[in-house]
């Protein structure tokens, strides 16, 4: 009965399917211990999103096969949504299927107020439009990811457990640091909340007859008169008493305190500080303790909250659980279990640790290991006593980091971490902390235990090291006071300063034969500024960078609160001889749904670019390049590369006819000249006419009005006299903005300036027409080169360096453009240009039309054509089918003739999936962008398979496809 009810939403062993009874169906390893895992939800099936050529999958939906109690509901939701293993569950009655959110949060006053509404029901005995709309919630949304691009609205960030915890923490410290009778200083309230957390998921721990701690340990509360819990030991003020007893109950100087700690904690009266974790406070709604399910709250989530709590530096970002597990998956692969861990050792370093949320991700995968290898010797799903956990931290895990909070913090998240996998007797009546303060997690400068660390030998040094250096330091000052303070300089000059470049030369030395480094880096120090280009060459001649994920399209998305800096992730371990003929994957975060909500990370084939190693260590035009679709793009940049530039004509006219050239003037917005003398008078500013506004419709001019200047371009002043251009340093939205003058105009230093004699004007008029006429190519070039614009700032900002090098050959003709280069001009100035863009606002994300995918088959037929086109036979369109989230377009090789193959369109998208699946044994479903070759009745046949959106239907991606179905053929003989 279940399994004709699943059938209706496509939900089918033969794609995703695996019911808790049936793990031997499980189709790897992250599938069984999924399957264990749901276990603990009383869940009876798992539906899963596989990925092709992949040993990966991604839980998507529990399902129940059974009624619900308005109170099984809710406790249902509560602990899926703590522990955000699926974002729906699918409850399957006789007569019903009803579909919750659980990536939502409950609220409201007390419990018997909450109430829980499926989005979606569907009645078994329905109707036409019963079944259009189970579509909309079918399998085959999951399998390529097309589900949650069609149901926006389920996704919320803010709705998150991460977020609501996080959130809850932030208002209920900020809030007792305003309550100044409790006599509490923030280090001592934020001890008070770090170890909250703790003994709040230590009383919540249940086993799976849903025993918990706190009735086990029920005689330890005893003691304490009128103590059922933690908060009774708060309002009766037996927390230092409480917290001794536990420091001695479990080791590890976990629970201590300091001196001035204990004396601030026995002043207070903590009966506040009791009702804050309650939630009982009029006005304030704090979610730490009513919301939650602590016992199934992730690891490496609570970990990622107590960052929070860490010292606040400029510069300093929180790294989210998300991006954490992208990271530890590629590293640490969860079917690597036997290559990476057979021996119990796998050595993980993060030298500037913070709340150690890479270690305790680390560990969880080590731990996972352990049970994977379990499982090989039994078939069964074993974890690790307590005993071998606590032998895989002290061998394995290892973290320094320069404040002693955020060591405290580390220590007190793999404490958790160990607690994970462990049933509440055994916590109780067998565990005690190793103290890890001792070897493992170190308070020091991070240069400082270089040399100790030298020595260890890592498998993998992992992190994302600080920025910036601390507050009271510039960049350069603070490199200069390490390499003073411990005679430790990098092995190639870094320019600026870059602190995690410093930290990445000195990290990489930390790792074993064969070990890996994995680095999150501001991607305009490592990447797309030019300054970077020197040592990034170096270290890619010296170690191999394997992958660098580059997440600078959602800079603004990745991470908590106001932080956007522009960041990647790289990959690189030794650098074998032979390797340098191999390839470098540049994967370029796209901005989606699930990745603007932290959720998952979207990744498909467009996403990916492989850069022959060469290529990557001596043209450092192409990282930009990619970033706005790569592939032709980076032949064409590098093509223009190679024309004299404007500041190469500049140059010359300068020397050889006096012309000036250069950013115009900064004003002082004050009445008076600074004390320092830093601002000057500048008679040729003052009271002239000067540009207020130059935007695509013309200009606007004032008076300027102020006296003094920082910049007053004394030695350029001529910028300002007649003949001259203006170019404002933007892209404009359809051109750059620009005028040519013929009177004395004063401007600021947004707008780039170029004056020439009077005798030259005629040569300067010439410059101006030129740069109208090739506006389009000058935008693509000055986009797709720029150190900053797309990256530090919007891509339509740009800076007087990126106008300089916009090609200016001697012959025009050179940059005239072909029928493919202005293919790829259009597609990057209006689509990719946008790529930073809210997802559902972007133009790329855009539903494609049938005028698209002509558009697209004229421009991949055009482009195979000239190569294969022979004795009337050649590529064309078959035609396309397309329904709301996919598209099939076919094309044929052979003579085209009316009505051929008609049976490839028969039964419409389903028809073809059967038809690849009974040819190629292929699950179409699992691939979100497919390409197959077939041969039916003297044709060959191209059948591409992918989303709808717009950005797989691009003419310029139509360009990309030709040209890899060019190296298929080629392959294969053709």
Sequence with gaps: MIDDVLSRFDFTPDTGLVWVTKSQEAANYTELLAINEAKRFKADAVYFRRFENSNHSVPQVYIYDRAFSDDELLETHTNLWSSGVVPLFYVATSTEVKIYNCSKSLEGKGKKNLRLDPIQIFSLIGDIQQKI??????????????????????????????????????????????QQELHLSPSTISKLLIIGVLVKYLEDKEDKNGTNLLEISRDFYQQFPDCKQF?????????????????????????????????????????????????????????????????????ELISGIYEAFLKKEKGVVYTPPYLVNLLIDECMPLDKAEEMFSTGTFKVLDPACGSGIFLVAALKRMVQWQAILNYKATESIDYPNIETIKRIVRDNIFGVDIEEGATFISIFSLCIAICDKLSPMQIWNELRFDDLGEENIVTDNFFGVFDQLKAQGFDLVIGNPPFNPPSGFSKLGYFDLIQKNFSITPNLLISGGQLALFFLDKAVELRRSGGKICFILPANSWLYNSKATPY?????????????????????????????????????????????????????????????????????????????????????????CNLFSGGRLIQLISYLSGLRSLDEFLFKMKNEKNWVYGEGYKANDYAVASEKNTYVEAEWITDKQTVE?????????????????????????NIFKPPHILIKESLGKNKIPMAFSEEYLCFNDRIFGIHAPLDQRNELFRLYESFLRSSSLNRLYALTTSGESGVTKSPFVLDGIDILKIPYPENPEDIQLGYSEKIIQDDVLNYYIKSSSNSEKSPLNYSTTESHLHAFGEVFCNTLNPIYEQNGMKWFSLGFQFDQTTVMHVFCFGKPQQGILPEIFEGGLAGIEKLLYNTTRRNIRISRVLREYLHIEGYDVLILIKPRALRYWLRSIALRDADETFADLKISGF
């Design 536 to 624: 990034r060459t170096f270290f890619m001649e010296n170690y191999r960078v394997e992958k660098i994920f580059d997440f600078t399209h959602l800079s603004d998305r990745l991470f908590h609160g106001s932080a956007t800096p522009a960041v990647c992730a790289t990959i690189a371990t030794d650098l074998q001889p032979k390797e340098r003929l191999g390839k470098v994957l540049h994967i370029i975060i796209k901005r989606s749904k699930v990745a603007e909500e932290r959720f998952y990370f979207e990744i498909d084939h467009y996403d990916v670019h492989q850069i022959k190693y060469k290529i990557a260590l001596d043209n450092s035009l192409v990282w930009k």
């Design 693 to 717: 506004k130059l935007d695509e419709s013309g200009m606007t001019i004032t008076i300027e009005q102020r006296k003094y200047f920082s910049r007053p371009r004394s030695t350029k002043k």
């Design 133 to 178: 709309e189970a579509e909309k919630f079918s399998a085959k949304l999951f399998d390529n990811g097309t589900f949650w691009e069609e149901h926006p609205e389920i996704l919320k960030v803010s709705e998150s457990p991460y977020q609501k915890l996080l959130n809850g923490l932030l208002n209920a410290k900020k809030n007792l640091e305003q």
């Design 231 to 299: 908060t009774d030991i708060l309002r009766n003020g037996y927390i230092n008493a409480f917290l001794e007893e536990l420091n001695i109950k479990f080791n590890g100087k976990v629970f201590d305190l300091k001196p001035e700690e204990k004396q601030e904690l026995g002043k207070a009266n903590l009966s506040y500080v009791a009702a804050v974790f309650d939630a009982d406070i009029e006005g304030h709604q704090y979610v730490l303790w009513k919301l939650y399910a602590f016992n199934f709250l992730p690891i």
